[in-house]
Structure formats: C-alpha cells, structure tokens
C-alpha cells in the first residue's frame, strides 16, 4: 500500500510510482520509479508533467535517495533534479525546501516531502475555491494544457476551479485546447473533463481567435509554471496568443496558480529560462497512439515548452493566498499575501 497517493503518484517507503501521462488515455500504465535517474527520464518525457507534480515527485526521489546512500552528496543529486527542466519554479520550490533540511538527516527529508505533499493538495483547495466563486452556471470557459489532478497533489489549479464549481452545482462548458505539441488538452484535459462529468469539447488551437469572435468565451482559465513579482507568468506554448485574443476579445483572463509558482526574485518575464525541446515534437507527433512524422528530414524547428504572458493582459492571478487583479498589484499588495 502506498503511504500517499494522488491521481498520478504514489508513494511507497523505498520508491515512487507515477501514472504514465504519455501513455494517457489510451492506457493508464504505472510505471515505477527507484532511482534520480529514471525520474529525470520520467520528467524529460513528460510521462511526469506539470508544475507542482515534477516539484513534489523531485523531493521524494530525493528523500528516498538520500536514505538509501547516506554518505553520497545529497546537494550534487539535488542539482541534478534542479536541472531536469528549468521553466516551472515549484521544482526549484521543493528542492530548496529539501536542502534546507539536508543537514536534519534522512527521516526530516522523508517528513520533508510528505509535508510538502500534504501542502500542496492544500493550496489546490484553496485556489481552487477561489477560482470556483468566479464563475457562474451558463459559463463558457476556455483552458489550455493541463491543469488538474494529474498535474498536482490535490484537485488542480484552473481546473481545479472547474471542478469545485462542478461540485457546488455550477453549470459549465469548457472549451479544451487541444495544446499543440503534445496535446496535453487533447489527451489529458479531455480525459479529466470526462472523469469530472464536465461537458467540453475540444477544439484544435487554432480556432480560440473564432470562438471568442463569435461570442461563445465567457472566461479563460490558465494555470502556470513561474509568476515574477510583477505578474509576468510562463505557462504551456500558446498562452500568451490566447491572452492576446481574450485582451481583444474583452474576454477575462485568469491565472489559477498556487504561491509555490511564484518566483518574487524574478522581476520580469524576460528573466525566465524557456525550456526548449527536441524538434521531433514539432515536426509530427508521437505517444501510444503511434509515431506520425509528417516534415521533410530534419526540417528546421523553434520549439519552446513555456510562453510568457505580460502582466497587463491577466484579468486576475487566482492564488491560494488570494485573488490580485492589476490594481491590487499597484496597491502593494503581492502574491504572497504580505504588502
Ligand atoms: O510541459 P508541461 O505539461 O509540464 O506544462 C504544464 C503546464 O504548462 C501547466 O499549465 C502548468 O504546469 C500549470 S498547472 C499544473
């Protein structure tokens, strides 16, 4: 038996396993992990994916590291984990919290994970409530990548939202981006709009300029990897020209993240680091549906993970510590709820 478990990780005493998220939803294949190694190979694949699941998974790989090699340097396997994928910061969040405890010993780095854990199913609570009293029956909401249960410890960040609204009796539709280049709306948010018994449908990227024209977005829903201080934020590719057309469109745009994804040392958008990934994600697709390639050999490719969003296009960032809208912000007030 697992001594902790979410909708895609368990935790044994000795190893980790994770719900293979490349695999979804053809198959649901648990796969486990022993070792920093296989966890970066887990992490680069995406088979672990989202912001706070990569930070929370890091610290029990290195929890569990730590324990089976005591006199190893735990700080050189922490560097490592920190350098699997640089955009998201709750895994720099977990890891700095697991350094911290480094000279406590290996059962304060066990607790250490478990607390982390524990956190953050609490802060999707909490922002997830958040979210939810913004909308209301008849809402039409339109999210990109994924942002739920498998992304997280607890019940997500924006479709965290979404599902506290649905548990309340709230009425949605949502309109799911199929996220191009790995599709994790077309694949996972679309999977977990079912499991929720929220109607969707789902819609290639392309088409969320036409949608809105047409009048049929009544909000936008995000979550994200990194927020700076003055409320530039990173989230899956095509963020930024869905905030572009909602700005347009005067369509509200909300960030739905907990307070681990912010990052109050960087001041700006332009200091986060983009990961960007290998070509063959743009030049066709692969996953357990198969490998299509459809571009000439080795066409040419520009394939960053994360975009950024400027902070003067987000209605409001939806945070467990609160909700900030641009004259919040000017107040003094900030993220992490003190001003
Ligand atoms: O490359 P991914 O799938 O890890 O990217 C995930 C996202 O961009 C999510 O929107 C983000 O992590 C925030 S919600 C958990």
Same mark, same amino acid.
């Given at each position: 038996?697992?001594?902790?478990? $979410?909708?895609?990780?368990?935790?044994?005493?000795?190893?980790?396993?994770?719900?293979? /998220?490349? /695999?979804?939803?053809?198959?649901? *294949?648990?796969?486990?992990?022993?070792?920093?190694?296989?966890?970066?190979?887990?992490?680069? $694949?995406?088979?672990?994916? @989202?912001?706070?699941?990569?930070?929370?998974?890091?610290?029990?790989?290195?929890? /569990?590291?730590?324990? *089976?090699?005591?006199?190893?340097?735990?700080? %050189?396997?922490?560097?490592?984990?920190?350098?699997?994928?640089?955009?998201?910061?709750?895994?720099?969040?977990?890891?700095?919290?697991?350094?911290?405890? =480094?000279? /406590? @010993?290996?059962?304060?780095?066990?607790? *250490?994970?478990?607390?982390? =854990?524990?956190?953050?199913?609490?802060?999707?609570?909490?922002?997830?409530?958040?979210?939810?009293? %913004?909308?209301?029956?008849?809402? +039409?909401?339109?999210?990109?990548?994924?942002?739920?249960? %498998?992304?997280?410890?607890?019940?997500?960040?924006?479709? #965290?939202?979404?599902?506290?609204?649905?548990?309340? #009796?709230?009425?949605?539709?949502?309109?799911?981006?199929?996220?191009?280049?790995?599709?994790? #709306?077309? +694949?996972?948010?679309?999977?977990?709009?079912?499991?929720?018994?929220?109607?969707?449908?789902?819609?290639?990227?392309?088409?969320?300029?036409?949608?809105?024209?047409? #009048?049929?977005?009544?909000?936008?829903?995000?979550?994200?990897?990194?927020?700076?201080?003055?409320?530039? =934020?990173?989230?899956?590719?095509?963020?930024?020209?869905?905030?572009?057309?909602?700005?347009?469109?005067?369509?509200?745009?909300?960030?739905?993240?907990?307070?681990?994804?912010?990052?109050?040392?960087?001041?700006?958008?332009?200091?986060?680091?983009?990961?960007?990934?290998?070509?063959?994600?743009?030049?066709?697709?692969?996953?357990? =549906?198969?490998?299509?390639?459809?571009?000439?050999?080795?066409?040419?490719?520009?394939?960053?993970?994360?975009?950024?969003?400027?902070?003067?296009?987000?209605?409001?960032?939806?945070?467990?510590?609160?909700?900030?809208?641009?004259?919040?912000?000017?107040?003094?007030?900030?993220? %992490?709820?003190?001003?």
């Amino acid at each position: 038996m697992p001594h902790l478990q $979410s909708r895609s990780l368990r935790i044994y005493a000795n190893h980790l396993e994770y719900l293979d /998220q490349t /695999q979804l939803p053809q198959a649901e *294949r648990w796969v486990r992990c022993d070792s920093p190694e296989e966890w970066q190979v887990a992490v680069k $694949s995406l088979a672990i994916r @989202g912001a706070p699941l990569i930070g929370l998974s890091a610290a029990f790989v290195l929890a /569990q590291y730590a324990a *089976r090699h005591p006199q190893s340097d735990w700080q %050189l396997v922490s560097d490592h984990l920190r350098a699997t994928r640089p955009t998201a910061v709750n895994l720099m969040y977990c890891l700095d919290a697991m350094e911290a405890c =480094f000279e /406590q @010993g290996v059962n304060a780095l066990a607790e *250490r994970a478990d607390a982390l =854990f524990a956190e953050d199913r609490t802060l999707c609570q909490q922002m997830a409530e958040r979210g939810a009293d %913004l909308l209301q029956t008849g809402d +039409r909401v339109l999210t990109h990548c994924n942002t739920g249960a %498998l992304a997280t410890a607890g019940v997500g960040t924006a479709i #965290g939202a979404l599902a506290v609204a649905k548990q309340r #009796g709230v009425e949605l539709h949502v309109y799911v981006d199929e996220t191009r280049p790995l599709l994790q #709306g077309g +694949r996972l948010t679309a999977w977990e709009m079912a499991d929720l018994d929220i109607p969707y449908q789902l819609i290639a990227d392309s088409m969320a300029a036409s949608l809105m024209a047409a #009048g049929k977005v009544d909000k936008v829903m995000v979550g994200a990897d990194r927020i700076c201080a003055n409320g530039d =934020f990173a989230n899956k590719v095509g963020t930024y020209m869905l905030a572009v057309i909602a700005h347009y469109h005067q369509v509200p745009f909300y960030v739905v993240a907990p307070y681990t994804t912010v990052d109050p040392a960087c001041a700006t958008g332009a200091e986060i680091p983009i990961e960007q990934r290998d070509p063959a994600e743009i030049r066709g697709v692969a996953g357990a =549906f198969g490998e299509v390639i459809w571009a000439p050999d080795n066409a040419p490719v520009w394939n960053p993970a994360f975009d950024v969003t400027p902070a003067k296009l987000v209605t409001a960032w939806v945070l467990d510590t609160g909700v900030f809208d641009a004259a919040a912000i000017e107040r003094g007030e900030h993220f %992490l709820g003190r001003s």
